[in-house]
């Protein structure tokens, strides 16, 4: 190979990979038409070149990503406008506000979250507790999951949405809200610890507060706040825009996430239920009678099957693997 | 809600699920239309987004019963040139020679890649010797220029030059007997730049 025609051949690669300028395609140009032979060389390599960019963009080019990428492109004119709701709730300066909103549909799910590169986190057999980017710990109950953006501390606000069960300790951060998105309902914070059920009894969205302060409202009636104390449940009913709040709500709303009970002069069926709520395992009276059985006992994250083995032992019971779960066996008590 | 009517709605045009099933079946092939004149990945990805994104602004007004397909590479055809052009890398006889000046040809044989081929570009570039590959990688995949290989690898842009010069010798020698053989097309100039953006 001569020099020259290295020369060349560095040109036509320097063109086909980007690299070449002006000159140097002003320079390959003049020299294509000097002979059919510099042509030929020319096509050899351009066939090659051909060939691979296409397989670079077959290989390289993930269809689902690029779809992803165009609708985040087209929604972004969508976000301007809960930028404009947003500016509006803080210039009216209620801080710690918790908004919640249900909803039967999934409308939502796209327009708020089809936005952004999202990741999620299934939990798919056990209770899993992650923490955010933002430094917010959260813990998801067996079923549940959460989506985030890839992206959470860069965007004004720290949108997050769940389906299922959570418990929710937000990183403090007056300056970008931690928005809970479940379906219709919207839970906002600033840095708070509470709890989220967006499959609670009868349909209801539950949310409960253990410390901080947090406000909830419909999305339609985003005036009508209701402020929420330690301690206090909050419930939303589908297709009604009213929330009601109370003090009394299912003591161990926690045990899947704490595996804490702590039972005095309990009546087994109702120990039964938690328990298997809290480990997450359906398990059976075979004779529902036998539920008036009371008893006094406490568990503070042991394994399941040691508080099986205490249970057996305390009331005289047989306890049976059953499929996924148990079955216990016992007599009535009188 | 503002929000929710955006879906509820049907667009009195192009309807999403024609749209998105277009994108799907398209995309990539409009990529690889795109980065034969481009010469680079991303800019070509970029280029037939923004297109997509350009027909689904103007929903209202498309025809689903129009060909779309033609309009939209017309539009990435256009663009590509754009790009050439404001790039200052727009030469119509290097593109002649090169087959690129009539896009019906091109879009012909765009799509159509036999499995043999496929599979010879991996095994070519695998049997590279490594630091050619690196150096050929980097510049395919990775997309840098030959000065910022040279700077990441710690060599001269003579060396990347010079294993770039290697490479495509040996995936000339590899590749040669599966490529197809194409008739340069001279077409004469063609009005192209009617949709112009």
């Given at each position: 190979?001569?020099?020259?025609?290295?020369?060349y051949?560095?040109?036509?690669?320097?063109?086909?990979?980007?690299?070449?300028?002006?000159?140097?395609?002003?320079?390959?140009?003049?020299?294509?038409?000097?002979s059919?032979?510099?042509?030929?060389?020319?096509?050899?390599?351009r066939?090659?070149?051909?060939?691979?960019?296409?397989?670079?963009?077959?290989?390289?080019?993930?269809?689902?990503?690029?779809?992803?990428?165009?609708?985040?492109?087209?929604?972004?004119?969508?976000?301007?406008?809960?930028?404009?709701?947003?500016?509006?709730?803080?210039?009216?300066?209620?801080?710690?506000?918790?908004?919640?909103?249900?909803?039967?549909?999934?409308?939502?799910?796209?327009?708020?979250?089809?936005?952004?590169?999202?990741?999620?986190?299934?939990?798919?057999?056990?209770?899993?507790?992650?923490?955010?980017?933002?430094?917010?710990?959260?813990?998801?109950?067996?079923?549940?999951?959460?989506?985030?953006?890839?992206?959470?501390?860069?965007?004004d606000?720290?949108?997050?949405?769940?389906?299922?069960?959570?418990?929710?300790?937000?990183?403090?951060?007056?300056?970008?809200?931690?928005?809970?998105?479940?379906?219709?309902?919207?839970?906002?914070?600033?840095?708070?610890?509470?709890?989220v059920?967006?499959?609670?009894?009868?349909?209801?969205?539950?949310?409960?507060?253990?410390?901080?302060?947090v406000?909830?409202?419909?999305?339609?009636?985003?005036?009508?706040?209701?402020?929420?104390?330690?301690?206090?449940?909050a419930?939303?009913?589908?297709?009604?825009?009213?929330?009601?709040?109370?003090?009394?709500?299912?003591?161990?709303?926690?045990?899947?996430?704490t595996?804490?009970?702590?039972?005095?002069?309990?009546?087994?069926?109702?120990?039964?239920?938690?328990?298997?709520?809290?480990?997450n395992?359906?398990?059976?009276?075979?004779?529902?009678?036998?539920?008036?059985?009371?008893?006094?006992?406490?568990?503070?994250?042991?394994?399941?099957?040691?508080?099986?083995?205490?249970?057996?032992?305390?009331?005289?019971?047989?306890?049976?693997?059953?499929?996924?779960?148990?079955?216990?066996?016992?007599?009535?008590?009188? | 809600?503002?929000?929710?009517?955006?879906?509820?709605?049907?667009?009195?045009?192009?309807?999403?699920?024609?749209?998105?099933?277009?994108?799907?079946?398209?995309f990539?092939n409009?990529?690889?239309?795109?980065?034969?004149?481009?010469?680079?990945?991303?800019?070509?990805?970029?280029?037939?987004?923004?297109?997509?994104?350009?027909?689904?602004?103007?929903?209202?007004?498309?025809?689903?019963?129009?060909?779309?397909?033609?309009?939209?590479?017309?539009?990435?055809?256009?663009?590509?040139?754009?790009?050439?052009?404001?790039?200052?890398?727009?030469?119509?006889?290097?593109?002649?020679?090169?087959?690129?000046?009539?896009?019906?040809?091109?879009?012909?044989?765009?799509?159509?890649?036999?499995?043999?081929?496929?599979?010879?570009?991996?095994?070519?570039?695998?049997?590279?010797?490594?630091?050619?590959?690196?150096?050929?990688?980097?510049?395919?995949?990775?997309?840098?220029?030959?000065?910022?290989?040279?700077?990441?690898?710690?060599?001269?842009?003579?060396?990347v030059?010079?294993?770039?010069?290697?490479?495509?010798?040996?995936?000339?020698?590899?590749?040669?007997?599966?490529?197809?053989?194409l008739?340069?097309?001279?077409?004469?100039?063609?009005?192209?730049?009617?949709?112009?953006?």
């Amino acid at each position: 190979m001569t020099e020259e025609s290295t020369y060349y051949e560095n040109l036509i690669n320097r063109y086909f990979s980007g690299e070449a300028g002006e000159n140097e395609i002003a320079e390959l140009s003049s020299w294509l038409r000097k002979s059919e032979e510099n042509c030929d060389v020319f096509t050899q390599f351009r066939k090659v070149w051909h060939a691979m960019s296409q397989d670079l963009i077959m290989e390289n080019i993930d269809i689902d990503e690029e779809w992803l990428a165009l609708q985040a492109k087209l929604s972004s004119g969508k976000k301007i406008e809960m930028g404009r709701r947003r500016t509006l709730r803080i210039v009216t300066r209620i801080a710690a506000a918790v908004l919640l909103i249900l909803t039967i549909g999934f409308l939502l799910r796209n327009i708020i979250f089809g936005a952004d590169k999202t990741i999620e986190i299934l939990a798919q057999n056990e209770v899993i507790e992650t923490i955010l980017p933002d430094g917010s710990t959260i813990t998801l109950n067996a079923g549940s999951s959460l989506e985030y953006p890839k992206d959470i501390n860069e965007n004004d606000q720290r949108t997050v949405r769940l389906t299922g069960e959570a418990h929710f300790e937000v990183a403090h951060n007056p300056e970008k809200p931690f928005i809970v998105s479940a379906g219709d309902m919207r839970v906002e914070v600033l840095g708070t610890s509470f709890y989220v059920n967006t499959n609670g009894p009868d349909g209801k969205a539950q949310v409960i507060l253990i410390n901080g302060s947090v406000a909830l409202y419909h999305k339609d009636t985003p005036d009508k706040r209701t402020i929420l104390k330690p301690g206090e449940q909050a419930e939303a009913t589908p297709d009604k825009k009213e929330i009601s709040v109370g003090n009394t709500f299912e003591e161990y709303f926690m045990v899947w996430k704490t595996r804490s009970m702590s039972f005095e002069n309990e009546r087994l069926d109702r120990v039964v239920n938690i328990v298997s709520k809290a480990y997450n395992i359906p398990i059976k009276l075979s004779n529902p009678a036998c539920g008036n059985c009371k008893l006094s006992v406490s568990f503070e994250d042991q394994t399941l099957e040691s508080v099986l083995t205490v249970l057996e032992s305390t009331l005289d019971l047989e306890i049976k693997k059953d499929g996924r779960g148990y079955i216990v066996n016992g007599e009535p008590c009188e | 809600m503002a929000l929710t009517e955006i879906r509820t709605i049907q667009p009195k045009g192009l309807r999403k699920d024609s749209f998105e099933e277009l994108f799907r079946k398209e995309f990539k092939n409009l990529c690889v239309f795109s980065i034969k004149y481009v010469k680079d990945m991303e800019t070509a990805r970029s280029i037939v987004q923004d297109c997509f994104i350009y027909i689904w602004e103007k929903r209202e007004t498309m025809d689903e019963e129009k060909n779309l397909k033609s309009y939209i590479t017309t539009m990435v055809y256009n663009r590509s040139l754009n790009y050439l052009r404001d790039q200052k890398k727009f030469d119509r006889n290097v593109l002649e020679f090169e087959g690129l000046m009539d896009e019906k040809s091109q879009m012909a044989d765009s799509g159509i890649m036999t499995r043999e081929l496929k599979g010879e570009i991996q095994n070519a570039i695998a049997d590279l010797p490594e630091k050619c590959r690196e150096v050929f990688l980097l510049s395919r995949e990775e997309n840098m220029k030959y000065k910022e290989i040279a700077d990441h690898l710690g060599i001269s842009i003579k060396t990347v030059e010079n294993q770039m010069g290697k490479a495509l010798k040996h995936l000339r020698e590899r590749l040669g007997p599966y490529l197809p053989i194409l008739l340069l097309s001279m077409f004469p100039y063609k009005e192209l730049f009617f949709l112009l953006n």
